[in-house]
């Protein structure tokens, strides 16, 4: 009986526990509201006696809720957040259902105005946490809205996304203003989570890869970049050949300056650019075939006619070297052809006098009949006095 006893004991003692507990915590919460209702409110006390609302029981409702709200009026953005997510909104009773949509709405609202000022002041830290803020704001709302279960609350949640996707778009693009790469990466892969073609997402992740020497993505975001544009700034071409470079694939590098030359055709820059990795790879045929493109869309400019006789010249000079006199011929006389037209436009370019000077000399080293070389030479010598003169007088170009 002594045993039975002490068991009924213990197990009364257990009943009337419970409850005490509860009742406890109902009193931290109703002194907490009551702490936040005076004027000024006590922040501090009614937030100590939530804390240990909490500390007794993690999940209860009210107690998040309202510990969020403190923190909202204090500027806690990041805790308000964090209790806000650990409450259940379709548990609140009506009055703070309103006031918790209504704080919301009103941080979508002042954070989004807050962060296009502070953009176009140039203060792009600052339009980025309150991008982020609005962002954050808006997808908590919308997580409560759905979770009512009722259709005008999930179309209201709808409504919210375009505006919310904005949102990511403008923290990325502030984020990358102030060289935050790590938070634009986030915003604007975030949104591409939901519209994987959005131009602006993908042309601001070219910054970030770039920068991070992400040249696999970096790829990826040039080409969609590329893909999604009516017109392709030339710069994402460039950007897009460092890529192929990073990863070592000069194939594609190739590629990417001739889908440039494409676009831009007269853009001297791109001829000459790969005229010259053609010309590295050994390849001065198709060095010359890429700046005989470039003269047929530019035919008076001057560089690509400089670049076609230096390029047919060191090409006569490997054939010579390699006994093939003919193909040496053929390059030398390209040279001379391409040094003329040069001259003719520019009479005293310093460059295209000692180029053609050069081609009269190669073809005089594989001339065979003496008259005819001798008239090479003569012309090679002709041509080194005039451009010794071009200098001395300071007349050359």
């Known amino acids: 009986m002594l045993f039975k ?11 009337l526990l419970m409850p005490l507990a509860t009742y406890a915590q109902k009193i931290e919460l109703r002194s907490a509201k009551i702490y936040i209702r005076e004027t000024p409110p006590k922040w501090d006390r009614a937030s100590a006696l939530l804390e240990t609302a909490l500390q007794k029981d993690p999940g209860n409702n009210e107690a998040h809720y309202l510990l969020g ?16 997510e650990a409450s259940t909104f379709k548990d609140l009773d009506r009055k703070n259902k309103n006031q918790y949509k209504d704080t919301l709405n009103s941080m979508v609202r002042g954070n989004y105005a807050r962060g296009k000022q502070s953009y176009e002041k140039g203060e792009f830290t600052e339009a980025t946490n309150y991008y982020q803020t609005t962002v954050k704001a808006t997808s908590l709302l919308q997580k409560a809205l759905h979770s009512t279960g009722k259709k005008k609350d999930a179309k ?10 904005q949102g990511y778009l403008y923290w990325g693009y502030a984020a990358l203003g102030a060289s935050d790469f790590d938070n634009a990466r986030i915003a604007l892969e975030k949104l591409l989570e939901v519209d994987p073609n959005k131009f602006e ?3 601001g992740l070219i910054n970030v890869y770039y920068t991070s020497e992400s040249w696999a993505k970096l790829i990826e975001a040039c080409n969609k970049v590329i893909e999604l544009s009516e017109k392709t700034d030339l710069n994402t071409y460039l950007i897009l050949r460092n890529a192929y470079f990073g990863t070592g694939d000069t194939t594609n590098v190739v590629t990417t300056y001739e889908r440039a030359i ?17 010309d590295s790879r050994k390849n001065q045929d198709k060095a010359i075939e890429v700046l005989e493109k470039g003269n047929g869309a530019l035919p008076e400019n001057i560089e690509l006619l400089k670049y076609l006789g230096i390029t047919y010249y060191n090409k006569g000079l490997a054939a010579r070297d390699a006994s093939d006199n003919e193909s040496a011929s053929l390059a030398f006389h390209g040279a001379v052809s391409n040094m003329e037209k040069l001259l003719l436009l520019q009479p005293k370019n310093i460059d295209g006098t000692d180029i053609l000077s050069d081609a009269y000399y190669g073809l005089a080293s594989i001339e065979t009949v003496a008259a005819q070389k001798e008239i090479f030479s003569s012309k090679g010598q002709e041509l080194q006095k005039a451009k010794l003169d071009l200098i001395t007088s300071g007349e050359g170009i």
């Open 5 to 15: 006893k002490i068991c009924i004991n213990v197990l009364f003692g257990f009943t």
């Open 201 to 203: 997402a993908w042309d």
């Open 69 to 84: 709200l403190i923190n909202y009026y204090r500027g806690n953005f990041g805790e308000m957040f964090k209790h806000w």
């Open 156 to 165: 209201t949640a709808l409504e919210l996304e375009p505006a919310k996707q």
């Open 262 to 278: 494409e676009e831009f055709p007269g853009e001297q820059s791109l001829y000459v650019d790969l005229s010259s990795l053609h």
